[in-house]
């Protein structure tokens, strides 16, 4: 006997997902099989995801046309450009960071077929421009990707301070782990011992 096919078109669907294998994939159709509740709630949820759209300034996800923080008048005139929006919602939590945000979602890549055209530069500088931005705050990966990127970000914007996340070794980490370029990034931006 096999198995019906709307479950065998479930198990494919779960597999189809990042970090999900056949054996996950098969374990949570099981458990959505029977769990009618359970099954409903997912739907709803899925559903819900057609309200989310980007927000017209800072390009986060949001359920409104712009988002919570770029509403907020009283963020500092700095914004951070980041390459997810789940990077903006980390770095909220924290409660270290009162100013706006930018989302990427790319990097500069010849290899992956994304050229500075692709990216939404003009409209990154014409914000900082407009908001009277004081400092951008380059919270990318620390590739030469995100170097290339960073540069044609900042690249004809005067009189605005351009930073940098510091790199190198992370705490808890030891050289062994790390990349040649992060291994050099970490020794040209050594610090004191204290």
């Known amino acids: 006997m096999k198995v019906p096919p709307s479950f065998r078109r479930l198990v494919a669907a779960l597999d189809s997902l990042p970090e999900v294998g056949p054996i996950t994939a098969k374990r949570i159709a099981e458990r959505l099989l029977f769990d009618r509740e359970k099954r409903e709630n997912l739907v709803e949820a899925i559903r819900g995801l057609d309200s989310v759209r980007l927000c017209k300034r800072c390009r986060v996800i949001t359920e409104e046309e712009v988002c919570e923080v770029c509403r907020d008048t009283t963020r500092e005139r700095k914004i951070m450009v980041v390459l997810s929006p789940f990077d903006v919602f980390r770095i909220e939590e924290s409660g270290k960071y009162r100013g ?86 970490a020794l040209e931006h050594r610090v004191p011992f204290e």
Do not use: C, W
């Open 100 to 185: 706006k945000y930018f989302v990427l979602y790319h990097l500069i890549s010849i290899t992956e077929g994304v050229m500075p055209e692709d990216l939404p530069i003009e409209e990154f500088q014409r914000r900082v421009r407009e908001e009277g931005i004081e400092e951008v705050i380059l919270a990318l990966p620390n590739d030469v990707r995100a170097d290339v990127t960073g540069r044609y970000l900042v690249e004809g914007l005067e009189g605005v301070k351009v930073t940098k996340l510091p790199s190198g070794i992370p705490r808890g980490g030891d050289i062994s782990s790390l990349d040649p370029y992060t291994l050099a990034e």
